[in-house]
Nanobody, 118 residues
């Protein structure tokens, strides 16, 4: 059973940066994907970024425009989301999810709150 735990959320001023990390315990496969989503108050959950565990192929939501970077460390079974130039509209709960493909995400973290405010 894989368990995902996010960390790194918090309060940051507009224009600031945060780095979120998702730790995957119990992971035994070297394949599959890690995906980050977010959900703002009153809005639907939306895709942020994804990365394959093996080749490290990445995919990003168009609205990010290069501000976020997803990475993974297979030796530590972690994925990180580096978020730069944060805006108030980035305020949301950020979740990581993992599975064989982006359409089969079997495991979800509990989420970490990111608040961008002055």
């Amino acid at each position: 059973q894989v368990q995902l735990v996010e960390s790194g959320g918090g309060l940051v001023q507009p224009g600031g940066s945060l780095r979120l990390t998702c730790a995957a315990s119990g992971r035994t496969s070297s394949s599959g994907v890690m995906v980050w989503f977010r959900q703002a108050p009153g809005k639907e959950r939306e895709f942020v970024a994804a990365i394959t565990w093996g080749a490290g192929i990445t995919n990003y939501a168009d609205f990010l425009k290069g501000r976020f970077t997803i990475s993974r460390d297979n030796t530590k079974n972690t994925s990180s989301l580096q978020m730069n130039s944060l805006k108030p509209e980035d305020t949301a709960i950020y979740y990581c999810a993992a599975g064989p493909t982006v359409n089969r995400l079997n495991y979800w973290g509990q989420g970490t709150q990111v608040t961008v405010s002055s």
